[in-house]
Each structure stands twice: as structure tokens, then as C-alpha cells.
């Protein structure tokens, strides 16, 4: 229950009422903060914009975009300390003054009264205001509350806007954006370049790719006076990020590497040396005090090249160059020195590899992460094998493996992530990371997180293999916070992939490079100085 609570529309509804019986936070009071907050995000982000036009709706949303328009266009105050330079404020409303509920009318004559000579006019359908001279528009037409679709003049407007070039900052959501909706794209809606919510994302929020961008635009968090006591998520999600903390604390200044556990990386076959020696450097440079890689006799000097950090422990294999049953007994001695073991990067599943995997998930009491060919070892018939009772199970399967973990087919399991997810995790015990657009991390308790970072250039062969040596790395050093350890290591790849994004174009990005922006990653602060929380988007300024 809090600020990081994934909120639908009814939650969100639910939130303010409470917040003004509960608390006693007035509406205006809620609306003037939030306008605040939107004001002050405009003025940090675009200091030189010279003109900035406000359409606003005759709801709570347009109330808040009026208490923005009125600050911006006031002198610098203690409240807004700058503005940006010489900035033109206009207001163009999409509705009679006679419409606007209570709370927005209030803003409107305030507005009036404070910033006389301030351009207000009204837009009918068929006479669009002219936009063509807009440095920045505002959208703070319609939000958490609306269902699609738009119509009349907002429609127009949208089309209209869909064809200019100037960027578009949308107050809660874009407009004609349904806040329950779980889809990536809605193209009835408004475009957005920068989203400004308040309290606590909703569904659309994490869900949706509301904004336009390399690295995707900004969608940011304010908050404007509810407590965390007030808000639920009905749906049981909550935002991934916030876990991230967990990784900002400094080290005790007396530390060894002993104490940042010790991740023990099984995989490789012939021809595959590739995804053992990736997931080993990620592990390496999340923090893991000594990292071991258990890969077969004929890959070992390949994988040993990846760094002089890495520890080799040479597997017997069979026929095929993959590791066969031999290994399991030769492993007990070593496990006793392991915090946790990861297994199935690159692994195969030729000749005993399979069944090795199944074996030592069997055994293995020691916190487990398992990916790539070790999940293919278990179908749906073998499931019940993947018992997390009494230990720490992690599964990272991408949609195809969790559709052989599952028996249902792709289209099947893209179509209900949060519920199937979900189901998997309470019934095995286990925490999942269904990965895809939206990572999911299922827990056993049957909460789920939502992860918001991450790109396209991230689509590449490794990817998969870089995350197993984070999230065992997390795990090594955090045994005791399984929950935040995994969220914080999915948060940290997809943004490490962000930053190379950022420094790189999307098609060039190896999955290596995400491994050489992690310290990015980790120094990157989610919460800003001014109080948002960037839910996605890069604060670089």
C-alpha cells in the first residue's frame, strides 16, 4: 500500500475521496498542488520556451492544467522560483464557462482575476484555434476518469496536433488514454513527448507507451498531499523501480568479499560459450563478491577470456559437448562455498543436459536462479519438479518458455500475462520474470511488479543471458530481500539498456553494452531533487 501502488481509475477515485474525508484535503487543495507540480515539471524541463498553450477541458484535469497556466504566467514566486524565458501563456477551453465543474470554475476566476490580459477563449467544433506559434502545448483535457472515445473538438484537436512537430506535455494522461487499459498503444489518444501524473501510476502509465522518444519520453509521479495509508492497488501490482533503493545504500566501509556472497554460473555447451561468459560479467559487475562459472572442458579458455576476475570450475561433458550426469556429484563439494547458483545459459539440451538440469534443481538448496535451456527442461508435465517451498526458486522465462512451462500456446500466455504470472508463482512457490514488453516479476504471495525501463535495442541474442547474472548478483548480496533483490536487478538491466540507448542508436546496442552502462544504472537516481518520480523516461538534466 503507497505511492508505488499501480492504481486503476476507481482506485485512483477511491484515493481522493479518502484523501478528503480521511485527511482533510480539500479538492482545491489536491488541484493546486498537482497544478504546482505540473507547472514546476514545465518550467524545469522547457526554460526556454517562449510560448506555451494551455487546452483545457471542463473537469478536475483541465483544473489542474488552469492553476498551472496561472503560475506560469505570473512573475517567478516562491512557489515557481523560474519560468520559462518570456514565456506566452494562452488558455483555449473545450467547453462553455458555464460547464466547467466547481473546482475547475474556482481556477478559472482565480485565473482571470491574477493574470489579467491572459488570452481565454473558448474552441467550437469547426474553428480550431491556431497552434502554429505554440513552443509547447498542454494537454489537460481529459484524464484518469475519462472513457474513450474522444469526440467533438478534443478529436479535432488531437488530429491537428498529430501532425505538428511541437512538443505536447499531457497532465495526468494523454487524452482519449483509457487509465485502465494494459495496452502498449491507444490511437485514439493524444501523442505525448512528457506525462505528469499524480499520487500513484496507473494501469496506462506502466503499461502504455505514452510518450514519444528513443529512450521513450518522461512520464513522471508528483505527489500532491494523499498518504500512503489511502492508497490501494486493487489489482495487486506496484511499480518495480521503487525496489531499486535497495541498491543505493553505500557499503560498510569494512567489507570484503565475503560478505557480497558468492554466484556459482552453470552453462555453455560446444558452440554456446558465449551466454556463460556474458552472464558471468553481469553478475561480476552487479556487485557479486566472487563469481564462478561451471561450463564444460572444451569452452573453458573461451570463457575464461571474459575477465581475469572470473573463476572457471571445468564440467565433464558427453558426446555433444554438453554437460552430462557425472557433473552432479562433482558439484556437491563446490556448492558448499555458493550462495546462489544459476543455471541454463547456453546450456543445451542435447545429451544429458536436460536431465542434468532437472536433477540439480532437485538438489539445489541454495537460492536458484534458472533461465534459457535449463527451463526448457521442464515442461508442462514437469512443473511440478519447479517446488520453491522452503527455498528461493527464480524463473526468468521468456513468453515462449513460460508457454512450455504452462502448455498453453504464445498468443495464449501474451494475452493474459498478469493472471497467468500470477497463478505460476503462487502455486510453485516460486518468483517469476515473465519477461516481454513490461517485464512482469511474480511472487509467491501473489503481488506482482511491474517493471517500466528497458527498449528495443534490447531485443538482441545475450539480453537474456545479462539478466540471469544480475539477478543472481542481487540475490548474492541480498539474501534476505528476495521480493526487492530481483525487482531491483530487472530495473537495473532495462535501464542500463536505456543509457546505451541513449549514448548509441537502438540498432547498433550488443547486449554487452548493457552491461558496461550498469554503473549508469546504478547512480541514476529515480526520484528527483524536485520530488518526481520518474516512472520511465531519462532524467539527464
Not at 487499459?181 to 491507444?186: D, I, L, P
Request: glycine share 10%; net charge negative.
Amino acid at each position: 500500500m503507497g505511492k508505488n501502488d499501480i492504481l486503476t481509475a476507481a482506485d485512483m477515485a477511491e484515493t481522493d475521496r479518502r484523501t478528503i474525508a480521511e485527511s482533510g484535503v480539500p479538492m482545491a487543495t489536491l488541484m493546486e498542488n498537482a497544478g504546482k507540480a505540473f507547472a514546476l515539471f514545465v518550467a524545469r524541463r522547457y526554460p526556454l520556451i517562449r510560448r506555451i498553450d494551455f487546452l483545457c477541458g471542463k473537469g478536475n484535469n483541465g483544473g489542474d492544467g488552469l492553476v498551472a497556466a496561472r503560475l506560469l504566467a505570473s512573475p517567478p514566486t516562491g512557489v515557481i522560483p523560474f519560468r520559462p524565458f518570456g514565456s506566452d501563456v494562452r488558455v483555449w477551453l473545450l467547453a462553455e464557462e458555464s460547464e466547467l465543474k466547481e473546482a475547475p470554475a474556482a481556477e478559472l476566476a482565480r485565473l482571470r482575476q491574477e493574470t489579467p490580459g491572459l488570452l481565454i477563449e473558448t474552441v467550437v467544433e469547426g474553428k480550431l484555434p491556431d497552434l502554429s506559434g505554440a513552443g509547447l502545448i498542454v494537454d489537460a483535457i481529459v484524464g484518469t476518469g475519462f472513457k474513450p472515445p474522444l469526440g467533438g473538438v478534443a478529436a479535432e484537436l488531437r488530429d491537428q496536433i498529430a501532425k505538428m512537430e511541437v512538443p505536447v506535455v499531457a497532465v495526468d494522461l494523454p487524452s482519449g488514454w483509457d487509465a485502465d487499459s494494459t495496452e502498449q498503444s491507444s490511437p485514439d489518444a493524444f501523442r505525448a513527448d512528457a506525462v505528469v501524473t499524480f499520487t500513484a501510476p496507473k494501469l496506462a502509465h506502466v503499461f502504455g507507451a505514452l510518450t514519444r522518444g528513443n529512450v521513450f519520453g518522461p512520464v513522471v509521479v508528483a505527489e500532491i498531499g494523499s498518504p500512503d495509508a489511502v492508497i490501494a492497488s486493487s489489482a495487486n501490482l506496484h511499480w518495480g523501480g521503487a525496489s531499486k533503493t535497495i541498491a543505493e545504500t553505500p557499503r560498510d566501509v569494512n567489507s570484503n568479499k565475503g560478505k557480497f556472497g558468492h554466484v556459482l554460473l552453470i552453462g555453455g555447451s560446444y558452440g554456446t560459450a558465449g551466454a556463460p561468459s556474458m552472464s558471468a560479467l553481469a553478475a561480476m559487475r552487479t556487485g557479486a563478491g566472487l563469481v564462478t562459472a561451471g561450463v564444460p572442458d572444451s569452452i573453458v579458455n573461451l570463457v575464461a577470456q571474459i575477465a581475469p576476475e572470473l573463476m572457471i570450475a571445468p564440467l565433464t561433458q558427453g558426446a555433444e559437448g554438453a554437460v552430462d550426469l557425472r557433473n552432479l556429484d562433482r558439484l556437491d563439494v563446490l556448492m558448499k562455498k555458493i550462495s546462489v547458483v544459476a543455471v541454463g545459459p547456453g546450456l543445451s539440451t542435447k545429451g544429458d543436459a536436460s536431465e542434468f538440469a532437472r536433477q540439480l534443481v532437485a538438489k539445489t538448496t541454495v537460492p536458484m536462479v534458472i533461465d534459457a535451456d535449463a527451463l526448457n527442461a521442464f515442461d508442462v508435465s514437469r512443473t511440478p519438479l519447479l517446488d520453491g517451498v522452503g527455498r528461493t526458486l527464480v524463473l526468468t522465462p521468456h513468453p515462449g518458455e513460460f508457454s512450455r512451462l504452462t502448455g498453453l500456446t504464445v498468443k495464449e500466455v501474451e494475452a493474459d500475462r498478469i493472471n497467468l504470472a500470477r497463478s505460476f508463482a503462487t502455486k510453485h512457490k516460486v518468483t517469476l520474470v515473465l519477461k516481454g514488453w513490461r517485464t512482469l516479476v511474480a511472487h509467491p504471495d501473489g503481488s506482482i511488479a511491474v517493471n517500466t525501463t528497458g527498449n528495443p535495442s534490447m531485443a538482441k541474442g545475450g539480453s537474456g543471458d545479462i539478466l540471469t547474472g544480475i539477478v543472481a548478483a542481487m540475490l548474492a548480496q541480498f539474501p534476505d530481500n528476495v521480493a526487492e533483490a530481483v525487482e531491483a536487478a530487472v530495473h537495473l538491466h532495462g535501464l542500463a539498456g536505456d543509457f546505451a540507448a541513449h549514448a548509441m542508436d537502438e540498432h547498433t546496442v550488443l547486449a554487452t553494452d548493457t552491461v558496461a552502462h550498469l554503473s549508469d544504472a546504478f547512480r541514476y537516481r529515480t526520484r528527483d531533487a524536485y520530488g518526481f518520480t520518474w516512472i520511465t523516461g531519462l532524467n539527464k538534466r
